[in-house]
């Protein structure tokens, strides 16, 4: 037992370490976990999880891609499938089918298995893994359509390619084991699409209609979750082997299109665990892998996996994209990423066990090549997602932008000068008079309230790197930047009038809100006051011959340093605890008096509407 939980800790340690290096290097980290499995495992043999965990192993690894798929339903929305519904239905219905198709006659003809190991395997292929393509679209920042498009597609294949599979199963126990009649089939096929479809649906809504009745406290909520979650893919698999995939996939799918309150906390949980359950996964599959059966393989499985990515992929999704709506660019992307994950790996090894059991010698071969195609896909899609993406025009923006939420004179005239240095910038407001003149102004501008689910689907978050809270109301600043924090790093949300020395009883929490921007801190009526006496932004950048202290040296004492551009586009805050100065190159942003020549008066009235 004392050395199952060494193993256990090692995996988790590996796994976030993998994590980590991904975000620092700015590389796939699936990439990486593939890397720290094979090296605990094949290379070492440290860990060989099937043989240590025993009879929990399998137990295991279905009740993690139950909980993972789970909450990759969390996060479809039907508002954001609007534009791409009909090529998510194409894409499913008819991509899925002809991916099944090609690379069974691949596996057969090019990897020389026979027909039922060729089906089952055919069958697995069609699946896509969130587990893959959530971490390379966190990291390569795609448009909305085609995100949603490759998001909407893994997760929805994923279970329908484990139930293909086990539609190829079946039908051999059919027709060549005959221990199954059809008619029995048919009935068993029945009775498990039911039970996932309706049985599904009815417990997310059940669960939903308790939580927005108060019926369940908070902190029991994400518990009764997880518990649903095991019990319903758990019953649902007693029926027909891996239907529950299909269950657990309806629920969240079901959960997501609620008018949920708490299913923000709740679905930020879920992508904690999803993180911890993703890493440990793919370092247990990876550790688990029979390096000699990769070998026996040969040169057949190079052909498979070229076949597979380059032929089989490309033809099913260009031929299922015809007429969508979709334009060439991304076509041509969707039909070449396609990595598949932990789903496929977990499939794989349960029918290639039992095609074993039942007689068919080539059975073990199907989850050596299942495993040699995952490995593929990760690293040549993971790796070329980003570049392919820049080259085909997709990608949201090619540098990281700054969302500014509050429209007035001061985000006005900050806007104009970062979009003037070429900084992507975007002034989100629920007044239309001050969004009208911003928009005038020739600036990007949102109207509505940037808290709403509108405003979750219509704004392309992955364009911004930063958020500026600058309304004229302390409270609602603080809890913008606490409902973005999670998602936009929390050492990025910033926001205007959180001063040092309020009262206690005007104070608020120092967990609640943004970083400061300005040091000293300004509230919104005293930065209006600085632009009605001439402050204005400027943009200066650094050179030899002028450096940071030059610059320092050459402006007022009371100037108000905001931000640094670097030349490769990232932004550094002046209120960034980790921060080095400007340096040769970097465009600064400041608020500045004006000088003495050009010092107006303050109008005399200070009843002036506000912008």
């Given at each position: 037992m004392d050395t199952i939980l060494i193993q256990l800790s090692a995996i988790g340690i590996a796994g976030m370490a993998a994590q980590w290096a991904a975000w620092r290097f700015q590389i796939p980290a699936i990439a990486l976990l593939l890397a720290a499995g094979f090296l605990m495992g094949p290379l070492t043999g440290y860990i060989d999880p099937a043989t240590d965990f025993g009879s929990l192993y399998k137990p295991i690894i279905a009740f993690a891609v139950a909980i993972i798929l789970f909450e990759g339903g969390l996060t479809l929305n039907f508002a954001e499938i609007r534009e791409t519904s009909k090529a998510v239905r194409r894409i499913v219905i008819i991509g899925g089918p002809l991916v099944w198709?090609?690379?069974?006659?691949?596996?057969?003809?090019?990897?020389?298995?026979?027909?039922?190991?060729?089906?089952?395997?055919?069958?697995?292929?069609?699946?896509?893994?969130?587990?893959?393509?959530?971490?390379?679209?966190?990291?390569?920042?795609?448009?909305?359509?085609?995100?949603?498009?490759?998001?909407?597609?893994?997760?929805?294949?994923?279970?329908?390619?484990?139930?293909?599979?086990?539609?190829?199963?079946?039908?051999?126990?059919?027709?060549?084991?005959?221990?199954?009649?059809?008619?029995?089939?048919?009935?068993?096929?029945?009775?498990?699409?039911?039970?996932?479809?309706?049985?599904?649906?009815?417990?997310?809504?059940?669960?939903a209609s308790a939580f927005l009745r108060g019926l369940v406290p908070e902190y029991l909520k994400a518990p009764i979750l997880f518990a649903a979650v095991l019990f319903m893919f758990a019953a649902s698999d007693a029926i027909l082997k891996e239907s529950g995939l299909l269950t657990v996939t309806v629920m969240g799918v079901t959960l997501a299109n609620t008018r949920l309150a708490s299913l923000a906390e709740m679905k930020r949980f879920k992508e904690t665990a999803t993180i911890l359950l993703v890493s440990?996964?793919?370092?247990?599959?990876?550790?688990?892998?029979?390096?000699?059966?990769?070998?026996d393989l040969g040169w057949r499985a190079v052909l498979f996996v070229v076949l597979v990515l380059f032929v089989v992929r490309p033809i099913a999704i260009l031929i299922a994209t015809i007429g969508v709506g979709l334009d060439w660019q991304e076509r041509a992307l969707v039909a070449w990423i396609a990595p598949r994950g932990i789903v496929a790996v977990a499939v794989s090894g349960l029918f290639g066990s039992s095609l074993t059991a039942l007689g068919v010698e080539d059975g073990g071969q199907m989850t050596a090549l299942a495993f040699v195609v995952v490995a593929s896909t990760i690293l040549l899609h993971g790796f070329s997602l980003a570049p392919l993406s820049r080259w085909l025009n997709l990608k949201a923006a090619n540098r990281p932008g700054i969302l500014i939420v509050g429209g007035s004179i001061w985000t006005q005239a900050m806007a104009a000068k970062l979009k003037e240095i070429g900084v992507p910038v975007l002034v989100a407001d629920r007044n239309r008079n001050r969004v009208r003149d911003i928009q005038l102004a020739d600036i990007p501008v949102h109207y509505g309230e940037i808290l709403s689910e509108s405003a979750h689907h219509s704004i392309q978050w992955s364009r911004f790197s930063h958020l500026i809270a600058a309304s004229d109301n302390d409270a609602y600043n603080a809890l913008v930047c606490s409902e973005f924090g999670p998602e936009i790093g929390r050492s990025h949300v910033y926001q205007i009038g959180k001063k040092e020395d309020k009262g206690e009883r005007q104070s608020l929490n120092f967990t609640v809100g943004g970083r400061r921007l300005l040091?000293?801190?300004?509230?919104?009526?005293?930065?209006?006051?600085?632009?009605?006496?001439?402050?204005?932004?400027?943009?200066?950048?650094?050179?030899?011959?002028?450096?940071?202290?030059?610059?320092?040296?050459?402006?007022?004492?009371?100037m108000a340093l905001v931000l640094w551009v670097k030349p490769d586009g990232s932004i550094t805050f002046a209120q960034q605890s980790n921060r080095n100065d400007p340096g040769l190159g970097d465009t600064i942003l400041a608020f500045s008096p004006p000088t003495p020549e050009k010092t107006t008066q303050m109008p005399k009235s200070k009843d002036k509407p506000l912008p």
């Open positions: 198709l090609f690379s069974t006659l691949a596996a057969h003809y090019a990897a020389g298995l026979t027909w039922p190991t060729a089906a089952v395997l055919g069958a697995i292929l069609v699946i896509t893994g969130p587990t893959v393509i959530m971490p390379l679209l966190r990291q390569a920042q795609l448009k909305h359509r085609p995100a949603s498009l490759l998001r909407w597609e893994a997760i929805v294949n994923d279970p329908i390619g484990a139930l293909y599979a086990v539609i190829a199963f079946e039908v051999f126990l059919v027709f060549q084991a005959a221990s199954h009649s059809v008619g029995a089939l048919l009935v068993t096929f029945a009775i498990a699409a039911t039970f996932a479809l309706a049985g599904g649906w009815a417990v997310g809504r059940i669960i440990g996964l793919f370092i247990m599959l990876t550790a688990s892998f029979d390096v000699t059966a990769l070998y040091d000293p801190a300004k509230d919104y009526s005293e930065l209006l006051q600085d632009c009605w006496r001439g402050w204005s932004f400027t943009a200066t950048t650094l050179t030899e011959e002028f450096d940071y202290n030059t610059f320092r040296d050459s402006r007022p004492s009371d």
